[in-house]
């Protein structure tokens, strides 16, 4: 499994997490935790990343993810 540590400032507020790839997702899975609390989803569609989240954390936030994934493995 994947690990990629991340750090991103939303809403006033710095946040440091961890993104773990999921393997058998059958596609570019990513879960992301801050503070052993599962937060949502990244998911890379096509060439369309989406982040999914049952309380909404984080909106807007898929694409600004996706891409620093993409500069982590690049």
């Known amino acids: 499994m994947e690990r990629v540590p991340i750090k991103f400032d939303y809403k006033g507020g710095r946040y440091a997490g961890i993104f773990t790839?999921?393997?058998?997702?059958?596609?570019?899975?990513?879960?992301?935790?801050?503070?052993?609390?599962?937060?949502?989803?990244?998911i890379l569609a096509g060439d369309i990343w989406y982040f999914h989240s049952n309380k909404n954390f984080f909106p807007g936030m898929a694409e600004e993810f996706g891409e620093y994934i993409i500069a982590w493995f690049g």
Request: charged share 10%.
């Open 21 to 42: 790839q999921v393997n058998g997702a059958g596609g570019t899975v990513f879960h992301l935790t801050i503070d052993d609390f599962f937060y949502g989803q990244l």
